[in-house]
Protein backbone atom coordinates (compact mmCIF):
# COMPACT_ATOMS: atom_id res chain seq x y z
CA UNK A 1 0.00 0.00 0.00
CA UNK A 2 1.11 3.80 -0.10
CA UNK A 3 0.37 6.91 1.20
CA UNK A 4 0.71 10.03 -0.96
CA UNK A 5 0.80 12.41 0.86
CA UNK A 6 1.63 12.15 5.04
CA UNK A 7 3.25 15.26 7.67
CA UNK A 8 5.43 12.87 9.39
CA UNK A 9 6.80 15.83 11.34
CA UNK A 10 3.46 16.94 12.55
CA UNK A 11 2.42 13.18 13.72
CA UNK A 12 3.53 11.59 17.14
CA UNK A 13 5.24 9.15 18.09
CA UNK A 14 8.61 9.41 16.68
CA UNK A 15 9.36 8.93 12.70
CA UNK A 16 11.36 5.95 13.34
CA UNK A 17 7.72 4.16 15.72
CA UNK A 18 6.11 5.86 12.96
CA UNK A 19 7.60 4.16 9.96
CA UNK A 20 8.03 1.09 11.78
CA UNK A 21 4.30 0.79 12.21
CA UNK A 22 3.06 1.91 8.47
CA UNK A 23 5.95 -1.02 7.45
CA UNK A 24 4.08 -3.46 9.49
CA UNK A 25 0.72 -2.46 8.25
CA UNK A 26 1.85 -3.17 4.73
CA UNK A 27 2.83 0.54 3.77
CA UNK A 28 5.77 0.31 0.66
CA UNK A 29 6.09 3.75 0.08
CA UNK A 30 5.16 7.43 1.33
CA UNK A 31 5.40 10.81 0.54
CA UNK A 32 5.94 13.35 3.14
CA UNK A 33 5.06 16.88 2.23
CA UNK A 34 6.64 20.13 3.28
CA UNK A 35 5.22 23.27 4.25
CA UNK A 36 7.52 26.14 4.48
CA UNK A 37 11.54 25.38 5.23
CA UNK A 38 11.61 23.86 8.01
CA UNK A 39 9.13 21.33 7.09
CA UNK A 40 10.71 20.34 4.01
CA UNK A 41 14.04 19.93 5.55
CA UNK A 42 12.73 17.47 7.74
CA UNK A 43 10.86 15.67 4.94
CA UNK A 44 14.03 15.85 3.42
CA UNK A 45 15.66 14.46 6.06
CA UNK A 46 13.32 11.46 6.59
CA UNK A 47 13.74 10.39 3.33
CA UNK A 48 17.41 9.81 3.45
CA UNK A 49 16.76 8.02 6.50
CA UNK A 50 13.95 5.94 5.30
CA UNK A 51 13.72 3.84 2.50
CA UNK A 52 10.02 3.95 2.13
CA UNK A 53 9.65 7.23 2.62
CA UNK A 54 9.94 10.23 0.15
CA UNK A 55 9.51 14.30 -0.24
CA UNK A 56 7.65 16.69 -1.70
CA UNK A 57 9.04 20.27 -1.47
CA UNK A 58 6.74 23.10 -0.91
CA UNK A 59 5.10 26.47 0.16
CA UNK A 60 2.07 25.38 1.60
CA UNK A 61 -0.92 28.22 0.90
CA UNK A 62 -1.95 29.29 4.61
CA UNK A 63 2.50 29.71 5.19
CA UNK A 64 3.24 31.74 2.32
CA UNK A 65 2.87 35.51 3.63
CA UNK A 66 5.67 37.45 2.49
CA UNK A 67 6.47 34.62 -0.39
CA UNK A 68 9.62 35.97 -2.23
CA UNK A 69 12.19 35.58 -4.23
CA UNK A 70 14.04 34.14 -1.74
CA UNK A 71 12.17 31.64 -0.43
CA UNK A 72 11.56 30.05 -4.40
CA UNK A 73 15.65 30.15 -4.08
CA UNK A 74 15.16 27.84 -1.18
CA UNK A 75 12.91 25.93 -2.89
CA UNK A 76 14.18 25.21 -5.90
CA UNK A 77 17.24 24.41 -4.07
CA UNK A 78 15.93 21.75 -1.71
CA UNK A 79 14.15 20.56 -5.24
CA UNK A 80 17.18 19.37 -6.34
CA UNK A 81 17.55 16.75 -3.69
CA UNK A 82 17.67 12.88 -5.19
CA UNK A 83 14.99 12.28 -2.72
CA UNK A 84 12.43 15.16 -3.85
CA UNK A 85 9.68 13.47 -5.97
CA UNK A 86 6.77 16.33 -6.27
CA UNK A 87 6.63 20.23 -5.61
CA UNK A 88 4.10 21.08 -3.04
CA UNK A 89 1.81 21.45 -1.42
CA UNK A 90 0.74 24.65 -2.72
CA UNK A 91 -2.36 26.09 -3.99
CA UNK A 92 -5.16 28.29 -2.67
CA UNK A 93 -6.79 28.27 0.70
CA UNK A 94 -9.49 31.59 0.83
CA UNK A 95 -11.49 28.94 3.88
CA UNK A 96 -9.22 30.41 6.75
CA UNK A 97 -7.39 33.34 4.69
CA UNK A 98 -4.33 32.63 7.20
CA UNK A 99 -1.87 34.49 4.25
CA UNK A 100 -2.73 37.44 2.21
CA UNK A 101 -4.74 35.62 -0.67
CA UNK A 102 -2.15 37.70 -2.99
CA UNK A 103 1.07 36.30 -1.29
CA UNK A 104 -0.90 32.61 -1.57
CA UNK A 105 -1.71 33.41 -5.86
CA UNK A 106 2.08 34.61 -6.03
CA UNK A 107 3.56 31.64 -4.20
CA UNK A 108 1.22 29.00 -6.08
CA UNK A 109 2.62 30.76 -10.07
CA UNK A 110 6.56 30.38 -8.27
CA UNK A 111 5.48 26.69 -7.64
CA UNK A 112 3.92 25.81 -11.04
CA UNK A 113 7.11 27.22 -12.77
CA UNK A 114 9.33 25.34 -9.95
CA UNK A 115 7.46 21.96 -11.26
CA UNK A 116 8.01 22.74 -14.59
CA UNK A 117 11.92 23.42 -14.63
CA UNK A 118 12.63 20.69 -12.41
CA UNK A 119 10.20 17.94 -14.25
CA UNK A 120 8.11 17.00 -10.89
CA UNK A 121 4.40 16.40 -10.49
CA UNK A 122 2.94 19.80 -8.87
CA UNK A 123 1.01 18.85 -5.19
CA UNK A 124 -2.60 20.92 -4.87
CA UNK A 125 -3.91 22.10 -1.76
CA UNK A 126 -7.48 24.07 -2.40
CA UNK A 127 -10.00 24.99 0.26
CA UNK A 128 -12.78 27.56 -1.05
CA UNK A 129 -11.29 28.19 -3.86
CA UNK A 130 -11.92 25.49 -6.18
CA UNK A 131 -13.09 27.87 -9.02
CA UNK A 132 -9.68 29.98 -9.00
CA UNK A 133 -7.73 26.84 -8.21
CA UNK A 134 -9.34 25.17 -11.56
CA UNK A 135 -8.63 27.93 -13.51
CA UNK A 136 -5.02 28.52 -12.53
CA UNK A 137 -3.95 25.14 -13.25
CA UNK A 138 -5.58 25.30 -16.53
CA UNK A 139 -4.39 28.79 -17.59
CA UNK A 140 -0.44 27.53 -16.05
CA UNK A 141 0.22 24.31 -15.66
CA UNK A 142 -0.54 22.96 -19.24
CA UNK A 143 1.68 19.26 -19.56
CA UNK A 144 2.70 19.45 -16.34
CA UNK A 145 1.30 16.12 -13.66
CA UNK A 146 -0.78 17.21 -10.66
CA UNK A 147 -2.07 15.91 -7.91
CA UNK A 148 -5.09 16.72 -6.53
CA UNK A 149 -4.56 16.33 -3.14
CA UNK A 150 -7.33 15.75 -0.47
CA UNK A 151 -9.50 15.47 -2.76
CA UNK A 152 -13.11 17.40 -1.93
CA UNK A 153 -14.33 18.80 -5.08
CA UNK A 154 -16.80 16.07 -6.03
CA UNK A 155 -19.35 18.23 -8.11
CA UNK A 156 -16.22 18.84 -10.17
CA UNK A 157 -14.94 15.53 -10.65
CA UNK A 158 -15.75 15.09 -14.22
CA UNK A 159 -13.64 18.07 -15.53
CA UNK A 160 -11.23 17.30 -13.43
CA UNK A 161 -10.98 14.03 -15.24
CA UNK A 162 -11.06 15.65 -18.59
CA UNK A 163 -7.46 16.80 -18.00
CA UNK A 164 -5.73 14.00 -18.71
CA UNK A 165 -2.13 14.62 -16.30
CA UNK A 166 -4.51 15.14 -13.50
CA UNK A 167 -4.71 12.85 -10.63
CA UNK A 168 -7.44 12.27 -7.75
CA UNK A 169 -6.16 11.91 -4.15
CA UNK A 170 -8.68 10.72 -1.29
CA UNK A 171 -8.34 11.13 2.03
CA UNK A 172 -9.60 9.49 5.33
CA UNK A 173 -12.56 12.18 4.84
CA UNK A 174 -13.96 10.05 2.35
CA UNK A 175 -14.69 7.39 4.78
CA UNK A 176 -17.38 9.85 7.13
CA UNK A 177 -20.80 9.06 7.06
CA UNK A 178 -21.30 12.83 5.85
CA UNK A 179 -19.13 12.43 2.63
CA UNK A 180 -21.95 10.40 0.44
CA UNK A 181 -21.23 12.49 -2.57
CA UNK A 182 -17.32 12.13 -1.79
CA UNK A 183 -17.85 8.37 -1.57
CA UNK A 184 -19.69 7.90 -4.72
CA UNK A 185 -16.76 10.21 -6.84
CA UNK A 186 -14.25 7.47 -5.39
CA UNK A 187 -16.07 4.72 -7.52
CA UNK A 188 -15.99 6.59 -10.53
CA UNK A 189 -12.18 7.43 -10.65
CA UNK A 190 -9.92 5.60 -13.05
CA UNK A 191 -7.36 3.57 -11.36
CA UNK A 192 -4.76 4.65 -13.12
CA UNK A 193 -5.68 7.96 -11.83
CA UNK A 194 -6.73 6.92 -8.46
CA UNK A 195 -4.22 7.72 -5.16
CA UNK A 196 -4.65 7.69 -1.75
CA UNK A 197 -3.39 9.39 1.65
CA UNK A 198 -3.46 9.85 4.97
CA UNK A 199 -3.17 13.35 4.95
CA UNK A 200 -1.60 12.91 8.84
CA UNK A 201 -1.66 13.73 11.65
CA UNK A 202 -5.18 15.25 9.91
CA UNK A 203 -8.57 13.26 9.03
CA UNK A 204 -8.34 10.25 10.77
CA UNK A 205 -10.48 7.97 8.70
CA UNK A 206 -13.78 6.91 10.17
CA UNK A 207 -12.49 2.82 11.48
CA UNK A 208 -10.12 5.10 13.78
CA UNK A 209 -12.07 8.29 15.08
CA UNK A 210 -10.95 9.98 17.93
CA UNK A 211 -6.56 8.70 17.30
CA UNK A 212 -4.26 11.10 15.10
CA UNK A 213 -3.70 10.28 11.90
CA UNK A 214 -0.52 8.17 10.77
CA UNK A 215 0.48 6.46 7.96
CA UNK A 216 -0.66 3.03 8.82
CA UNK A 217 -4.18 4.05 9.18
CA UNK A 218 -3.83 4.65 5.13
CA UNK A 219 -4.92 1.05 5.48
CA UNK A 220 -8.25 1.79 6.21
CA UNK A 221 -9.25 4.36 3.93
CA UNK A 222 -7.80 1.56 1.06
CA UNK A 223 -10.19 -0.57 2.37
CA UNK A 224 -13.17 1.61 2.26
CA UNK A 225 -12.27 2.84 -1.16
CA UNK A 226 -12.12 -1.10 -2.73
CA UNK A 227 -15.26 -2.31 -0.83
CA UNK A 228 -16.81 1.37 -2.75
CA UNK A 229 -15.20 -0.03 -6.10
CA UNK A 230 -16.13 -3.54 -6.08
CA UNK A 231 -12.41 -4.78 -5.91
CA UNK A 232 -10.59 -6.82 -3.73
CA UNK A 233 -8.07 -5.02 -1.22
CA UNK A 234 -5.14 -6.64 -2.56
CA UNK A 235 -6.51 -5.60 -6.53
CA UNK A 236 -6.69 -2.01 -5.52
CA UNK A 237 -3.52 -2.12 -3.34
CA UNK A 238 -1.70 -3.28 -6.83
CA UNK A 239 -3.55 -0.54 -8.68
CA UNK A 240 -2.58 1.67 -6.31
CA UNK A 241 1.12 0.81 -5.58
CA UNK A 242 1.30 1.00 -9.77
CA UNK A 243 -0.24 4.11 -10.35
CA UNK A 244 2.20 6.32 -7.60
CA UNK A 245 5.01 4.42 -8.79
CA UNK A 246 4.68 5.57 -12.78
CA UNK A 247 3.70 9.00 -11.17
CA UNK A 248 6.24 9.79 -8.92
CA UNK A 249 8.86 7.51 -9.82
CA UNK A 250 9.83 5.80 -6.84
Not at 61 to 89: K, M, T, Y
Not at 96 to 114: K, S, T
Request: glycine share 6%; with cysteine.
Amino acid sequence: MIDSHTHLDSCEPPNEELVAEARASGVRRMLTVGMDGQSCTSALAAADRFPEVFAAIGRHPNLASGFDDIVLDELARLAGHERCVAIGETGLDHYRDHAPRADQRRAFEAQIELAREVGKPLVIHTRAAEEETIRLLRERADGLRVILHCFSMPDRLEECLEQPLWWISFAGNVTYPGAAELARAAERVPAERLLVETDAPYLTPQAARGERNRPALVAHTASFLAERRGVSYEQLESELERTAADLLGW
